[in-house]
C-alpha cells in the first residue's frame, strides 16, 4: 500500500463486519473489503483523480457508512457537537452551581484582604512544618 | 443431571424473589422472622447456583454433548482450562456466571452486615435479590444453559461440540470475562447501599462509609478485566491494538468512568458533606451502565465482533433498565429534601471545584463514547442511512477530552480544600510546569512536535508524575526530619498514615504510566514482506530473516511454526516463533503472534500466511514503542489501589465546615 492509498484509506471505514479498522490500517491480508478498495482507490489516483472525488466516489456506491467517521453535516454533524456541547452545558451548570453556592457560603465578617492574608501566613507555616 | 441443573436454576430464581418480597415485607410490617428468612434465601439463592454452576462446568469438562450449551461451545480437543472458560464462552453460561458472581456478592454483603444496619438490610437485600432474580428469570426462561438437543422427541447426543473460538483460547481470556463481571456485577452493591439509604432516609453518610471498599474493589476489578481485554487484543489478533473503540469494548469503559468520577465525588460528601445528589445519581449511573453494557454484549442493538449471538433478550433488558431508572428517579425526587449539602463551596480555586471539574470531565468522556457508540443506531433510526463511527472519530473527539483529564490529574491534588490563594499556587505548580515544559522543549528538538497531541501528552504526564513525586517528597522529608529515619522508609510511613490519600496518588502515577503507553502509538511502524527461507527484512533497528518453518498438529489443531532470527545493529538479539494454527473443530485458522517485549518498544511478528505462489512467508512486522508502559501502568494502578485498601495507621476525621448564621438560613431556604 502506498502512503498515498494509505492517505484515502484512513478516512475510509472497513466495512468487512469483523473488524473497527479503516481501509488504510486494517491489518487482514485477505480482507474482502479493504483489499479491493485499496486497489480502487489506487486506480483512481493513477487516473488523476483528487483524495475528495475518490472518497465521494466510494461513498456514491458503498453509502455513507463507507466513511470512517460520520460526516460534517445534516444530521451527522450532531455526532461530532454533541460530546463539545454536553461539555459546554456541564461547564455552564458548573459555573451557575459554584455562583450559587458561593453565595451561600458563611458571610466573611472580616476584611478579605485581613483574611487573605492569614490564608497566606498559614499556608507558609504550613508549608514550613512540611520542611 | 441437567435436569438438577435447571431445577437447581428455578429453585434459586423462586428463592430470590422471595428473598427480596420476604425481606422488605418483614420490615414494613414489622416481622423480624420474614426478614430473617429472607436474608437465609439469600445463602440458599447462593447454594443453588454453585450447585447449577457445579453442574454445567462438570458437563463441560467431561464433554457432555446431549447439552445444547456443551455442544455449542466445547469440544473433545480442547484443554482442561479452555473447556472450565466456556462456562462464560457463551450467552446461557455468562448470565450463569452473572447470577453466580452477584449471589456471592449477596452472601458477603448480608454475612459481614448481619449484625449492623439493621434498618437498610432489608432494602439492601431486596434490591440485590430483585436485580439477582431478573437475571435469573432470564437464565431460568430465556437462555437456559441446560437446554437438550433434541430430534424429534428424542434427546440426541452430538458426540463432539464445535468447541470455543480459537480466539478466545487465550489465558488472558481465562481472567478477562470473569474480572470484567466482578466489575459489572460488583456495582450493584454500592447501588444497592446507595438506595437503601434514601428509602430509610439514613442520617449522615452511612452508606458510603459501608460501601467505600466494595466500590474500590469492584473498579479494580472493572480495570483488571479492561486491561486483561486489551491484553488479549494485543497478543491474539495479530495487528498489535489493544483499544479499538468496539461498542462491546465501550460498553465496559462506560461505567469504569461514571465509576471513576464516583470514588472521586464520595470524598466532598465525606469531608465536606456535599455532593450527596450527585453522589447517588453517580452510583446508580454506574450500575445502569453495567446492566446497559451486559444488554449491549447480547441484544444485537450494535453490531460487535465481541457480541454474543444476537437475541431478543435486549427487551428484557431494556425493560428492566426502564423500570429501574424511573423508580430511582421518583425515589431520588422524593427524598431531594434528605439530600441537601451541608457545606458551601468557599473558593472557586479549590480542591473542591477540582472535584466537581473532573467529575464534569469524566461524565463528559462517558456520554462520549455513549454517544459515539448509540450514533449509527440513532442516525440509522432517523435518517434511515447507516453510518461508521470507527476510530478516528473516538480519536478525534476523546484525545483532548483525556488530555484535560491529565492536566486535572495533575492539578486536582495541588490545590487546597476549601480555597487556595494565588501565592499557594505559584509555590505548588512552579516546579511541574517546569518540569512538564522542560520534557516538551526537549522532545520537539528531537522532532515529536510533528505530533502535537503526542508532544503534549509527554508533557502533562511529567507535570502530574512531578506532582505526585513532590507530594511523596515533602511529606517524607518532613517525617525524616521529625524520626530521623531513611527516605524509603518515610515513605512507607507516609503512606501508611493516609493510605487513601497517598494510594490515590499511585492510582494516578499508573494512570500516568498508561498515558505514555497510549501515546506511543503516535509513532508505531508496520511492514508486510513476503520472505523465503534465508531472506531477511528491515524494520526499525531491527533485521530479521527467516531461517525455516515446522509443521505439526495435536488433537485440536494443526500448526506451521516459521523461525525468525532477529539482529539489531549487526548482533543477534532474539530468535522469535510466530505461528498459524487451525482449529479442527471450528475450522478456524488463526495466527500465535510473536512478540520481543522491551521497556522502549515491542517488536511484534505476525505470520499472516503464505504468499500466492505458496514459496513464501507473508509476515506482518511491528514496532510498537513504549506499548509495555500499558502493562506497566496496570500494576503500579492495582499496587496504588491495594494500598488505598489498607486501614490507615492514623484514623482520619474529616472535620466538616459548619454551616452557621446566613449560610445556615441559606441552607434551610434551598
Request: charged letters at 15%; one cysteine or more.
Amino acid at each position: 500500500m502506498t502512503p498515498a492509498v494509505q492517505r484515502v484509506g484512513m478516512k475510509l471505514a472497513c466495512l468487512c463486519g469483523t473488524c473497527k479498522n479503516t481501509v488504510g490500517d486494517c491489518p487482514m491480508l485477505m480482507c474482502h473489503y479493504s483489499m479491493p478498495a485499496r486497489e480502487q482507490i489506487a486506480k483512481l489516483q493513477e487516473a488523476s483523480v483528487s483524495d475528495a472525488e475518490i472518497i465521494k466516489t466510494i461513498v456514491r456506491e458503498q453509502g455513507v457508512q463507507a466513511l470512517a467517521s460520520p460526516p460534517t453535516e445534516g444530521f451527522s454533524l450532531l455526532a461530532w457537537v454533541m460530546p463539545f456541547a454536553a461539555i459546554a452545558l456541564g461547564l455552564l451548570f458548573l459555573s451557575w452551581f459554584i455562583k450559587r453556592q458561593r453565595a451561600h457560603a458563611p458571610a466573611a465578617e472580616v476584611d478579605p484582604r485581613v483574611l487573605e492574608r492569614y490564608h497566606d501566613q498559614i499556608e507558609k507555616d504550613t508549608a514550613r512544618l512540611d520542611q | 443431571m441437567e435436569n438438577i441443573g435447571a431445577l437447581a436454576i428455578l429453585l434459586a430464581f423462586c428463592l430470590a424473589v422471595y428473598a427480596a418480597v420476604a425481606s422488605v415485607a418483614g420490615k414494613l410490617f414489622k416481622k423480624p422472622f420474614l426478614g430473617a428468612s429472607g436474608e437465609r434465601a439469600v445463602y440458599a439463592v447462593w447454594i443453588l447456583l454453585t450447585v447449577a454452576s457445579g453442574i454445567l462446568v462438570y458437563s463441560l469438562m467431561k464433554g457432555d454433548f446431549r447439552l445444547a450449551y456443551v455442544a455449542e461451545h466445547s469440544n473433545q480437543g480442547m484443554r482442561g482450562i479452555y473447556k472450565f472458560t466456556a462456562w462464560w464462552g457463551g450467552q446461557e453460561g455468562s448470565l450463569l456466571l452473572w447470577s453466580w458472581l452477584l449471589s456471592s456478592y449477596s452472601v458477603v454483603a448480608v454475612f459481614t452486615n448481619r449484625r449492623k444496619l439493621r434498618n437498610m438490610m432489608p432494602y439492601v437485600t431486596g434490591i440485590l435479590m430483585t436485580t439477582e432474580a431478573f437475571f435469573l428469570m432470564l437464565v431460568t426462561f430465556v437462555a437456559s444453559p441446560f437446554q437438550v438437543l433434541m430430534a424429534g422427541r428424542g434427546i440426541v447426543d452430538a458426540g463432539d461440540g464445535s468447541g470455543l473460538s480459537p480466539l478466545l483460547q487465550y489465558w488472558t481470556m481465562v481472567a478477562h470475562p470473569p474480572m470484567l463481571y466482578l466489575g459489572y456485577v460488583g456495582f450493584t452493591v454500592p447501588f444497592a447501599f446507595a438506595m437503601a439509604s434514601l428509602i430509610t432516609r439514613q442520617p449522615g453518610d452511612g452508606w458510603i462509609h459501608t460501601t467505600r471498599r466494595w466500590a474500590i474493589v469492584t473498579w479494580l476489578f472493572q480495570s483488571t478485566g479492561i486491561l486483561l481485554g486489551a491484553g488479549w487484543a494485543y497478543a491474539v489478533l495479530g495487528w498489535g491494538g489493544y483499544w479499538g473503540w468496539d461498542p462491546v469494548e465501550n460498553a465496559s469503559f462506560l461505567p469504569w468512568l461514571t465509576g471513576t468520577a464516583f470514588l472521586h465525588s464520595v470524598m466532598m460528601q465525606e469531608k465536606k458533606g456535599m455532593m450527596k445528589v450527585w453522589n447517588i445519581i453517580l452510583v446508580s449511573a454506574t450500575f445502569f451502565l453495567c446492566i446497559f453494557g451486559t444488554m449491549l454484549t447480547r441484544s444485537g442493538l450494535v453490531s460487535s465482533v465481541h457480541a454474543f449471538a444476537q437475541s431478543d433478550i435486549g427487551n428484557y433488558f431494556i425493560g428492566f433498565l426502564a423500570v429501574g431508572i424511573a423508580a430511582v428517579a421518583i425515589l431520588l425526587l422524593n427524598r431531594l429534601d434528605f439530600l441537601k449539602s451541608e457545606a458551601s463551596l468557599e473558593g472557586v480555586v479549590s480542591r473542591e471545584s477540582s472535584f466537581l471539574f473532573n467529575n464534569l470531565v469524566l461524565l463528559a468522556s462517558c456520554f462520549a463514547v455513549l454517544w459515539g457508540t448509540l450514533f449509527p443506531v440513532i442516525s440509522e433510526w432517523v435518517t434511515g442511512d447507516k453510518i461508521s463511527v470507527d476510530a478516528p472519530f473516538y480519536n478525534r473527539v476523546m484525545v483532548p477530552i483525556g488530555l484535560f483529564l491529565m492536566f486535572l490529574t495533575g492539578v486536582g491534588p495541588l490545590i487546597a480544600w476549601r480555597r487556595s490563594s494565588l501565592e499557594s499556587l505559584r509555590r505548588a505548580f512552579l516546579a511541574p510546569t517546569i518540569a512538564g515544559a522542560a520534557l516538551m522543549a526537549v522532545l520537539a528538538a528531537f522532532g515529536v512536535w510533528q505530533h502535537p497531541y503526542a508532544l503534549i501528552s509527554f508533557g502533562l504526564c511529567m507535570f502530574v508524575a512531578a506532582t505526585i513525586v513532590i507530594e511523596f517528597w515533602k511529606g517524607a522529608t518532613a517525617i525524616r526530619a521529625k524520626d530521623g529515619t531513611n527516605l524509603a522508609l518515610s515513605m512507607v510511613e507516609l503512606t501508611h498514615r493516609n493510605t487513601r490519600r497517598y494510594g490515590g496518588y499511585l492510582v494516578h502515577m499508573g494512570i500516568v504510566v498508561l498515558f505514555i503507553g497510549f501515546t506511543g502509538s503516535a509513532f508505531n511502524k508496520n511492514r508486510t514482506v513476503e520472505v523465503a527461507p534465508g531472506d531477511s527484512f528491515q524494520i526499525g533497528r531491527y533485521q530479521i530473516a527467516l531461517a525455516n518453518s515446522q509443521d505439526g498438529e495435536n488433537s485440536n489443531y494443526i500448526w506451521r511454526k516459521i523461525t525468525l532470527n532477529v539482529k539489531k545493529e549487526g548482533a543477534a538479539i532474539a530468535t522469535l516463533t510466530p505461528e498459524r494454527r487451525f482449529y479442527k473443530a471450528s475450522q478456524e485458522s488463526t495466527t500465535e503472534v510473536a512478540i520481543r517485549r522491551r521497556l522502549r518498544e515491542d517488536l511484534y511478528l505476525n505470520y499472516a500466511g503464505v504468499s500466492k505462489d505458496s514459496q513464501k512467508a507473508v509476515i506482518q512486522a511491528f514496532v510498537f514503542p513504549l506499548v509495555s508502559c500499558i502493562w506497566c501502568g496496570y500494576w503500579v494502578l492495582l499496587f496504588g489501589t491495594l494500598i488505598c485498601l489498607i486501614p490507615p495507621k492514623v484514623r482520619l476525621q474529616y472535620p466538616k465546615t459548619e454551616v452557621v448564621g446566613i449560610a445556615r438560613k441559606h441552607a434551610v431556604e434551598t
